[in-house]
T-cell receptor
Framework: TQLLEQSPQFLSIQEGENLTVYCNSS?????LQWYRQEPGEGPVLLVT?????EVKKLKRLTFQFGDARKDSSLHITAAQPGDTGLYLC?????????????FGQGTILTVHP | GAVVSQHPSWVICKSGTSVKIECRSL??????MFWYRQFPKQSLMLMAT?????????EQGVEKDKFLINHASLTLSTLTVTSAHPEDSSFYIC????????????FGPGTRLTVL
């Protein structure tokens, strides 16, 4: 069973601060996805990374996939109250683009004005 | 991205009754759909994988006789919670793969089930 350890579990910061969320595993993933979820809604895809060492940017969000494809990070610059939500990483093992995802435990981010 | 809808968005039922939740893929023919359960402030827990035209695959610890899954077409999968009890109250979310490289998965908006 592949496990994804996501940290921190809770993050409460002030507007304008930077933060990083980590997902780590002892297993290799063929791809890793980051989602953001708001209360009462389904997760919304932020990014998919597939290549070891890959870095993707989405405005103030920077996503990195580890060289060995066992870990990933999400960095938010100058956080805003609108960034508040549950952030989830999810990895797919094996060499295919199908099959089930393994989810991290999630990070609840609260950005105070 | 792909559009996934769920119906109903919320439902309240009495203990002992059965509730059916529909999951539709609006712009993608999904041979496989996934059903998740989520408790407040927690991550998603995969319950089962729904396969079009065949039996669903259930995760360890999920009672297949309690959570009936039917995937009769490429655009519709249903989850029926039979003889619901208060402990079945949760947020149920379905999803399907996009077919894109990396296996991006798209999720429905979820269904909030409350069993009284």
């Amino acid at each position: 069973t592949q496990l994804l350890e996501q940290s921190p579990q809770f993050l409460s910061i002030q507007e304008g601060e930077n933060l990083t969320v980590y997902c780590n595993s002892s297993s290799v993933f063929s791809s890793l996805q980051w989602y953001r979820q708001e209360p009462g809604e389904g997760p919304v895809l932020l990014v998919t990374v597939v290549t070891g060492g890959e870095v993707k940017k989405l405005k103030r969000l920077t996503f990195q996939f580890g060289d060995a494809r066992k870990d990933s990070s999400l960095h938010i610059t100058a956080a805003q109250p609108g960034d508040t939500g549950l952030y989830l990483c999810a990895g797919r093992a094996g060499g295919t683009s199908y099959g089930k995802l393994t989810f991290g435990q999630g990070t609840i981010l609260t950005v105070h004005p | 991205g792909a559009v996934v809808s769920q119906h109903p968005s919320w439902v309240i039922c009495k203990s002992g009754t059965s509730v059916k939740i529909e999951c539709r893929s609006l712009d993608f023919q999904a041979t496989t759909m996934f059903w998740y359960r989520q408790f407040p402030k927690q991550s998603l827990m995969l319950m089962a994988t729904s396969n079009e035209g065949s039996k669903a695959t259930y995760e360890q610890g999920v009672e297949k006789d309690k959570f009936l899954i039917n995937h009769a077409s490429l655009t519709l999968s249903t989850l029926t919670v039979t003889s619901a009890h208060p402990e079945d109250s949760s947020f149920y979310i379905c999803s399907h793969n996009s077919g894109l490289r990396g296996g991006t998965q798209y999720f429905g908006p979820g269904t909030r089930l409350t069993v009284l």
